[in-house]
């Protein structure tokens, strides 16, 4: 890390990784690590949102630090580490909230949307108040920028606000955030429902391809993945599903939907599946392998993880207590 412009990004270890977490997040993490120095966390405090299985929890975090060196995160140039290592995220996290105002977190869509799900008096409070904590994270490291998918847009937007909030009520404390959401990739669907995204919660593992799948699984749930009516392979408002993956096979490659469709004129939907879940296997097979081979050694991942925490502890530690210090709590 040479001091320079920061970036700071987390996903939370419930459920497994997809496609969509690669695509939206991880692989942008991956392009952006040597351009700054950046902050990859496993918000593991934001997955007790939603009741979690301790010891599943605990597995869940370890596949998790796997995955993201496995994807290629560098532990040693990138700062890799679990949140509830760093007790300054909640700590900051309660100084936001005294910023943060209810009205604003009643209109956060994906609280509404998970509320609503299991009746919204029983939701936790942890779930309201999640992008607070969100918020904390980003701007304890006055990261400028961070990649995520687009679900996350709002949380971004109210993650700015907080933090000019903050700034105006307090003088310049924090660096207001940007984040990087791309064009390909941000909004991935499910493979057996092009009207709904690619999620971990899915009622069925048909929708997603998991980071951890094997090869076979993968050929097969992409030879699965629902068309559309028509047999041309070409993106449009009226194809979601053929444009879901043409979507997949652009970011996968690097080719842009166009080429891709020139490349398919005149094949079919089957010839254009079987391609794609060839570059998918491509991708992840080796990813695969890395994470099941670190896995082997979760001693190795602990450390890993532990000295993390040291290094983000001395970043965090010092923001913290500037924002103390402007609220008069020094
Ligand atoms: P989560 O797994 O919900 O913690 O999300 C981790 C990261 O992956 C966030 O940056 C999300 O925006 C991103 N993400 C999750 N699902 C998708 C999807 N279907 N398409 C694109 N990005 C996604
Ligand atoms: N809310 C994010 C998600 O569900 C995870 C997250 C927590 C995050 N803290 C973050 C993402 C800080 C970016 C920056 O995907």
Wanted: aromatic letters at 6%; one cysteine or more.
């Amino acid at each position: 890390m040479q001091g320079g412009r920061r970036v700071f990004s987390g996903i939370q270890p419930s459920g497994r990784s997809h496609l969509g977490t690669y695509l939206g997040a991880l692989k942008n993490w991956v392009s952006v690590q040597d351009d700054y120095d950046c902050f990859f966390c496993i918000v593991d405090l934001h997955a007790l949102t939603t009741p979690q299985d301790p010891k599943v929890l605990r597995a869940n975090v370890r596949e998790m630090a796997a995955l993201y060196v496995a994807v290629g995160l560098d532990p040693e140039r990138s700062i890799i580490f679990r949140q509830s290592r760093v007790s300054e995220h909640t700590e900051l996290g309660w100084l936001l909230n005294c910023v943060a105002r209810v009205g604003e977190l009643s209109r956060m869509t994906q609280f509404k949307d998970k509320a609503q799900k299991g009746g919204a008096d029983s939701a936790s409070v942890g779930l309201y108040d999640y992008p607070v904590l969100q918020a904390a994270d980003v701007l304890l490291y006055n990261a400028h920028l961070v990649p995520v998918g687009e679900d996350q847009r709002q949380h971004l937007e109210l993650m700015r606000t907080l933090a000019r909030r903050f700034n105006g009520l307090y003088g310049e404390t924090f660096v207001v955030p940007e984040p990087m959401i791309l064009d390909v990739g941000a909004r991935v669907m499910a493979l057996d429902d092009p009207t709904s995204k690619m999620s971990k919660s899915a009622p069925t593992p048909a929708g997603y391809v998991e980071l951890l799948d094997e090869p076979d699984v993968i050929r097969r749930k992409i030879r699965r993945a629902k068309t559309d009516s028509g047999s041309e392979v070409v993106a449009s408002p009226e194809k979601p599903a053929i444009t879901n993956l043409l979507n997949i096979y652009a970011g996968l490659t690097g080719l842009s939907v166009s080429e891709i469709e020139t490349r398919y004129e005149g094949k079919r939907y089957g010839d254009f599946k079987k391609d794609l879940g060839e570059v998918v296997v491509e991708t992840l097979a080796p990813i695969r392998g890395r994470a099941l081979e670190l896995l082997d050694d979760p001693r190795e991942l602990d450390d890993l993880l532990e000295s993390g925490a040291e290094r983000a502890r001395k970043v965090a530690h010092a923001t913290l207590r500037d924002a103390w210090t402007r609220m008069g709590l020094d």
